[in-house]
């Protein structure tokens, strides 16, 4: 992980980074490795969507460089997590913008699933296989069969509020 001394993303009117900015969505923490020889690794990611079917897939963009990326394709499998608002911190931890002495894994408690580590307090989180993956534009686009999916309760109260990003900001997005 790097910490960099300036903010990663650039102040430069780039018009396709502000349009995706505002679009916004649900911080989710993905998570691979951690058996098998493989390091545990990381990365939050907004840029996913879920197709429901017969065979249920998530499709997500990932940084191809992200150790994440790396552990997905050496174990086939990741847990995806949906963040809640106490969890921002932990988001800026795994997206490289914020100290993380001893590593990220190392601030929360996380439990181990056939899929990667989950974060311990994580009640809404999904456990899948990786598809394929195809590069687009400077990302990586997976697909990945949806194999196990569990939803916490909507009633958990304000400290369950999903954490949301827009125009790099985090917003409270009401139960997750």
Known sequence: MTIHDTHPFPSEPDPVRRFR???GGTVTLWTAGGDAGVEPAGLTVTSLMVANGPDPQVLALLDPDADLTDALRDTGRAVVQL???PDRGLAEMFAGTAPAPGGPFRQADFVATAYGPRLATATTWAGVELVEEAPVGWSVLVTCRLVEA??????????RDALGHRRGRWLRLGSA
């Open 150 to 159: 569990r939803t916490g309760d909507d009633e958990a109260g304000a400290d």
């Open 83 to 85: 963040l809640a608002w």
């Open 21 to 23: 900015g505002r679009l």
